[in-house]
């Protein structure tokens, strides 16, 4: 085993941030405070929607389902149980880029915890549990069909980004998942689940050495799982189920509810703290430039700007809810108030009233130890390195008016797809 | 001035009737505030306007989002703040404020770094004693109030909850804090002023702090910017008028929404935690009853869950499931079957896992200032004084399932009120085994 790396915090000998990678090639990163009432845990696995091929479409997140059904050790319903008996709170959620599984317990179920999730990352997938479990991914469909917000931001990214890659709706189409098999899923798992795709992620009170014990020994096999065999690409045609259309029709919808995309920053560029601190000061729910105009005023329900960061890219995201009727002066709106920014740039004291903002709300996100847990494990899993609280803080804090008025006039104007979900969108 | 100290909590009631609860959590960075005052939704109308979901007409309600008006006019400039100030000066000190009407109270909250709580409490004060509530600003708060109507009719959960609450409760405990068609013709500047001089006073009034806080200077900060504030009445306790039976709002979604409610005990009386610990047994966790026979087993929906809602006086249990409309009626009717069977096959297991969560998440409770702030407001407003982390242990610890079996046997539910949202109503019969007999758990 690769000696583990020790770096404790500056400030505080409590705290330390410790990693190693096992010879699997699992990577286990743990930021430790063993004064925490409670422990976060989470395995962080590079599988999303963007993983998928055509047929494949929703299986990153219906395997997640899958994976509370049972393992050779246990049952679905002693996964479940146990989970519950460790009193904590668990889930697990599906990205365009990641599948993460976690719980929070207090300290001493520490050992139980990680035997528990590790053990899930080998499951049975059996065929009746998929059959059960295809018809709860359908509902969930059905769900946010019901949701007119939902349906046009699935759709603006499917035209922004295209059907496939980081576009693939996470959920998948009612086809795909009608169309899916077992024999897929497996496929799938054993292509995506490799040890040096996952990272087990720990922060709050643990004990790191004897966590890596644990894993290394309970993970030990993962090693052999079998290599599945690529799959054919995908043709250029469009995937089944899905449309481009930028007009979505709802017609029960009372709101018209439009979402822009422009390019933006990946998580790995410099700008990307002045991009956030530009949507803090243009386009926060409460207290930004959108917010006085047309929130303050009453003409929108909501009016935002933000900046989502993937891997590889990124995208600035403007959404706006109103009544459709006042769609278009809306819009003017929120276009010149970009204008005013990118052409004049910010005041001094709005942006240090968004450092003051953001930076508040760092500290207080990291004070649980399941604030600091996604942050630190996505980080681990797809860059390798980490961003401790402070380096964030000092991070936002280095920010100038000028940084932002450069990256406003690089971004904030650019050419945007629009998609618009209304009554009468046609 | 009347003092009481119950380990490090600390309460304390003002001449003028505002309650001063603060816990100190020295290993936290942060701190957080709760203020509570009588200006609920239930207080818009007037004593003697109370009646049942059959006689209330949600959309030609004159008085409907008045509560929620005034909450937000209060914000729009206060003392010597205009309301971009005050934005200003909160973010700036780090401060996440909210304000909103619930039920039975108004409810101003802030979680922020532990060295602007003094601050944020001046903040506060001057908004609730001292607001412009400015006339140039209140068709603009208006046109808000209109814009959280139009969002509330595009969530088919919302207006589902929201006509489930007045078919459980009545007007006007079940009451919304939106607008209706006719308020947002007729809601005047008087009666917002009317309304704030009326009910946002310190009698009857909590303000619970948590947090990194030294609670002799809170405490004394508290009583200089309180401390002179007049006094009132506190909030009229109030009695649901129930409506039975069915309610059906037809909308062509995909999924049918099932909401369903019925009378239970609330906090503070003698068997609550009982009660409480059946409904955990039911719905809290993966392993539960609910999610384990209709979801995990049955496959039949995403989202079913059922939980407490307490008030001083009375309770009651509200649940939620959504599926699509062939499998609509039988997922209410295992639904219902589980609730009507609550009280059968219990086992020590289940009781014990409901017991760790609790244990678990009092435990967790230690690291959220706005956690206990909340708690200890909740715990003054509906028992008159707070517990503490260890009563309340003591009082999980000691349930025992027979005594949660012999209370859902007592009580077995049969009256539920459904009312349903999608294509086509469905049918509840009176205690019939639903179609589908259930599996027993392995």
Known sequence: MIAPTTQSSKHDTDTQFRHVTLPSGLRVVADIDTRGYSAAM?????????????????????????????????????????????????????????????????????????????????????????????????????????????????????????????????????????????DAMRAYFHRRYRPENIVLAASGNVDFDALVRQVTSATQHWEERPVAAALPPDPSSLPVGISQDVRLSAPDASQAYRVTIQPGLNMNQADRFAMRLLCSVVGDDGGSR?????????????????????????????????????????????????????????????????????????????ERPSGRLFAMGSRWLFCNDRLSTDDLLAAYRSVTVDDVQRVARKYLCAEAMEVIASADAN | ??????????????????TVLCQPMPWLRTASYTMWLPGGIAAEIPSGGACSAEQYDAEADPLAGLASLTCEMVQRGAGPYSSRDLVAAEDNLGIDASGSA??????????????????????????????????????????MLHQERMASLDEPTQRLMKQLRMTQYGNPIGRSGLASIASLESL???????????????????????????????????????????????????????????????????????????????????????????????????SSRLFDRVREQRGLCYSVWASTHSLPGFGSVFGYAGTTPPRAQETLDVTLHEIRHLGEGLSTDELDRWKTRIQSSLIMEQESAGSRAGSLASDQFQLGRVMTTDELERVIESITIDQVRDYWQTNAPDQFRIVTLGPEPLSTPPHQAPTHPLTQTP
């Open chain 1, 42 to 182: 989470g395995y962080f696995v590079r599988a999303g929607a963007r993983d998928e091929t055509d047929p494949e479409s929703g299986l990153s997140h219906f395997l997640e389902h899958m994976m509370f059904k049972g393992t050779e050790r246990r049952s679905a319903a002693d996964v479940n149980r146990e989970l519950d008996e460790l009193g904590g709170q668990s889930n697990a959620f599906t990205s365009e880029e990641q599948t993460v599984y976690y719980a929070s317990v207090i300290p001493k179920y520490q050992d139980r915890l990680v035997d528990l999730l590790s053990d899930m990352m080998s499951p049975s997938l059996r065929d009746e549990d998929f059959e059960t479990e295809r018809q709860v991914i359908l509902e969930e469909i059905a769900k946010y069909e019901d949701q007119p917000p939902f349906g046009a931001f699935e759709r603006s990214v499917e035209v922004y980004f295209g059907p496939r890659g980081l576009g693939r709706r996470v959920l998948g189409t009612v086809e795909s998942i009608e169309a899916m098999t077992a």
């Open chain 1, 290 to 366: 959108l917010f006085w105009d047309l929130i303050d005023t009453g003409r929108a329900e909501v009016a935002t700007l933000w900046s989502q960061e993937f891997t590889d890219t990124g995208g600035l995201f403007t959404y706006l809810v109103c009544g459709p009727d006042d769609l278009k002066s809306n819009q003017k709106l929120m276009n010149d108030v970009f204008r005013r920014v990118v052409d004049s740039g910010i005041e001094e004291k709005e942006l240090e009233q968004a450092i003051n903002k953001t930076v508040a709300g760092c500290i207080m996100q990291s």
């Open chain 2, 1 to 18: 001035m009347s003092v009481s100290v119950d380990a490090s909590i600390q309460s304390i009631t003002l001449s003028n009737g505002l």
């Open chain 2, 102 to 143: 619930a039920t039975t109270q108004a409810v101003f909250s802030a979680a922020m770094p532990a060295e602007s709580i003094a601050d944020s409490l001046r903040l506060l004060a001057e908004i609730v004693r001292r607001p412009h509530l400015p006339q140039s600003q209140f068709d603009d708060a208006k046109m």
């Open chain 2, 188 to 286: 005047t500047m008087d009666d917002v002023r009317s309304f704030y001089d009326n009910q946002y006073h310190a009698g009857g009034s909590f303000i619970a702090i948590a947090g990194n806080i030294d609670v002799s200077v809170i405490i004394e900060e508290v009583d200089s910017l309180f401390g002179d504030w007049k006094s009132g009445p506190s909030m009229p306790q109030q009695t649901p008028m129930p409506t039975d039976g069915n309610h059906h709002l037809t909308l062509e979604s995909s999924q049918t929404h099932i909401g369903f409610a019925f009378d239970a005990i609330p906090y503070g009386h003698d068997d609550y935690f009982t009660m409480r610990s059946g409904i955990g047994i039911l719905s809290d966790g993966m």
